[in-house]
């Protein structure tokens, strides 16, 4: 079939950058600030351990960030590298992730207890510049190689009596922009491949290789002029 012209609906990419900002939650009251039943440092008696702490990231979590509707792009002129200006926009961008935090401790009469919760945090609303004219979208998504990191957990008994934790965010997103065009291109209708017959999956498997050289025995091989039938 020959090549013909053909206009087809496409998404263009304007610009798309990969952007991480880190945050570091220092002294965080992980009893208020995980919503937990009680304390976990009551009858305090034993070291923490399993402590685990992740971002969720997928469209069913609450990890999500996007173009802040209220704050609208704002034209910039920019001189590039090669001395060339070009007119970009600056685009606020709003971030919240969903942090899980999980720990064990032991309590006296009760044994091993699991604590385990999740809180969303929102990030202060970040600017970049973007190549984002008038008509385009800006799609944010937030990476699974984003990573929370827990540390110096502790129960304190000063006036802020309580658990404590420090958490380390690293956040990673990708930020494009992007809009439906039309475009021409030189194309052909594609054709269906041809079904394969079910007797072509069929195999008696694979034949192992011999080790001729250590069995059978080389001397006892079977000599074609003195060969006895069974």
């Not at 009893?31 to 969720?56: L, Q, R, Y």
């Not at 990030?123 to 990573?147: H, K, M, N, R, W």
């Amino acid at each position: 079939m020959k090549k013909t012209k053909e206009c087809i609906d496409a998404q263009k990419v304007y610009d798309w950058v990969v952007k991480e900002e880190s945050d570091k939650l220092v002294g965080v009251d992980g009893w208020k600030f995980m919503k937990w039943d009680h304390d976990p440092c009551a009858n305090d008696t034993g070291p923490f351990f399993d402590v685990e702490c992740c971002i969720s990231t997928g469209e069913r979590t609450n990890s999500k960030c996007f173009e802040d509707p209220k704050s609208p792009r704002q034209d910039v002129y920019v001189t590039m590298p090669d001395g060339k200006k070009q007119t970009l926009q600056l685009v606020t961008i709003i971030k919240k992730v969903e942090v899980v935090l999980s720990f064990k401790r032991k309590k006296p009469g009760y044994g091993i207890e699991h604590y385990c919760a999740t809180k969303v945090i929102q990030f202060p609303p970040e600017q970049l510049l973007l190549c984002a004219p008038e008509g385009t979208d800006v799609v944010c998504t937030i990476l699974p190689s984003s990573q929370c990191f827990a540390f110096n957990e502790k129960c304190v008994t000063n006036e802020e009596k309580g658990f404590q934790i420090d958490l380390k965010l690293e956040v990673c997103q990708s930020i494009q922009v992007q809009a439906n065009v039309k475009i021409e291109v030189d194309a052909k209708r594609c054709e269906p491949r041809e079904i394969l017959p079910l007797s072509a999956a069929c195999h008696d498997g694979i034949q192992a290789e011999e080790c001729k050289d250590v069995f059978p025995n080389r001397e006892g091989k079977c000599d074609e002029e003195n060969d006895e039938d069974w």
